[in-house]
């Protein structure tokens, strides 16, 4: 039954506009609502979370009942109901922390990901288009399109270059490695 007084199928009502049944008892069941909320959680934040998310919960829910004794029981079950399951999921927090990597350093990243002092030393040995195509393409892990369009090239003019100066690291290195040793094919 309606708070107005009117009997109508539960389902039928709750999907018009009228709201009118619901907004008086949000107004006069929001503080006392909050102060329960606070008595379980012991935080104002997330008591007035945990009271928006209850009467979110009963404005959506076909079963909430209009009558503001029933109301007021719905609404206090559904606040501990959200209150366990939030000391549940801190719980399961604590047992199973996860650790948030660092932030990562951008020049750290790029240090890194040239690896040692060898590879510096190839890519410095490098043009200076030879080093933008490199790093665009696998540091900023860019397609070759996008590197064209940065730089300004034709995509086929960037895959040459590319590839070049990846054959031009690789036999740095190897040199690097192998010292004044050569590789015979």
């Known amino acids: 039954m309606r708070a107005g007084g009117k009997a109508e199928a539960r389902g039928t009502w709750l999907k018009t506009d009228d709201r009118s049944w619901f907004e008086p008892l949000v107004r006069s069941l ?43 029981r719905y609404l206090y079950r559904t606040i501990a109901n959200l209150a366990h399951n939030y000391r549940r999921q801190q719980a399961m927090a604590a047992r199973h922390p996860v650790t948030a990597p660092p ?56 895959r040459v270059i590319v590839h070049r100066a990846l054959g031009k690291l690789r036999r740095q290195l190897q040199a690097d490695v192998f010292g004044d040793k050569v590789a015979i094919p």
């Open 30 to 72: 929001g503080r006392p609502a909050w102060k329960y909320a606070f008595v379980l959680v012991h935080d104002l934040d997330l008591a007035q979370d945990l009271v928006q998310e209850a009467f979110a919960k009963l404005w959506g829910s076909a079963n909430t009942p209009a009558e503001e004794v029933e109301f007021r």
């Open 103 to 158: 932030p990562i350093d951008p020049l750290d990243e790029v240090d890194r990901r040239a690896g040692d002092k060898r590879v510096r030393a190839a890519l410095q040995g490098l043009g200076a288009r030879e080093r933008e195509a490199i790093y665009l393409r696998y540091y900023e892990d860019l397609s070759f399109a996008e590197t064209a369009r940065i730089m300004g090239a034709p995509q086929v003019t960037i």
